[in-house]
Structures are given as structure tokens and as C-alpha cells.
């Protein structure tokens, strides 16, 4: 059992930041990509950023310039920094892992692995 818990979520105002976390804990034999995603009220599910274990990250172009992705291959655990909030940020913020697990010697590979979200909701 592999899990993915996000934290960081909240209210803030315009302008503001906000710093998202993302912690895989269980029987992990490795992590590949690990990625944040958003979906807004009524929309569709949108990527916001990746990371792969090689240590290469993208961000899409509506955050580019305003949101970081890092992360901490030792804590197993991905961060998203979130500058210059705008209200169309508001969303919930899902992380999401591409998983080798291992339990007893039950090798699973690339097992598609969510967290269960955390809100941002920017006031204006």
C-alpha cells in the first residue's frame, strides 16, 4: 500500500503564496514522475507541474513564472510554490506518482498512485 498526502492548502488573498507539500509513504521501491494537478469547480482536471526522478521539471504555461515544483527525493516528498495568486488558482490541487511498490516480493511497477487533494481557494 502506497499513500500520497498533500498539505499546504487554504485561503488566501490575491497576490498572496501559498506552499504545497506532497509525502508518498508505504512500501515504495521507487518513484518516478511525481506531478501536481488542479481541478477547478465545474472544469476539467489540469496538470500543473511535474517532476521526474532524474531531477528535470516543467510547469505549464498559465503558471510559468508564478509556481515552483521541487522536490526532495530523501523525504520522498514534492513541493509546489505558488506565487502571485489569482482567483482562477482556486482549486482543489491534486499530487499524483508513478510508483514501483513492493510488498513481501510482490514487485508492482509503475503503479498510478493519487493523493486525496488539498483546497486553495484565493479571495478577491
Known amino acids: 500500500q502506497v499513500r500520497l498526502v498533500e498539505s499546504g492548502g487554504g485561503l488566501v488573498d490575491v497576490g498572496g503564496s501559498l506552499r504545497l507539500s506532497c509525502a508518498a509513504s508505504g512500501s515504495i521501491f521507487g518513484i518516478y514522475d511525481m506531478k501536481w494537478y488542479r481541478q477547478a469547480p465545474g472544469k476539467q482536471r489540469e496538470l500543473v507541474a511535474e517532476?521526474?526522478?532524474?531531477?528535470?521539471?516543467r510547469v505549464v504555461e498559465s503558471v510559468k513564472g508564478r509556481f515552483i515544483i521541487s522536490r526532495d527525493n530523501t523525504k520522498n516528498t514534492i513541493y509546489l510554490q505558488m506565487n502571485s495568486l489569482a482567483p482562477e488558482d482556486t482549486a482543489l490541487y491534486y499530487c499524483?506518482?508513478?510508483?514501483?511498490?513492493?510488498?513481501?516480493?510482490?514487485?508492482?511497477?509503475?503503479?498510478?498512485?493519487w493523493g486525496q487533494g488539498t483546497l486553495v481557494t484565493v479571495s478577491s
Open positions: 499524483n506518482a508513478d510508483i514501483d511498490m513492493l510488498e513481501g516480493d510482490l514487485l508492482s511497477r509503475n503503479v498510478d498512485v
Open positions: 517532476s521526474t526522478n532524474a531531477g528535470r521539471t
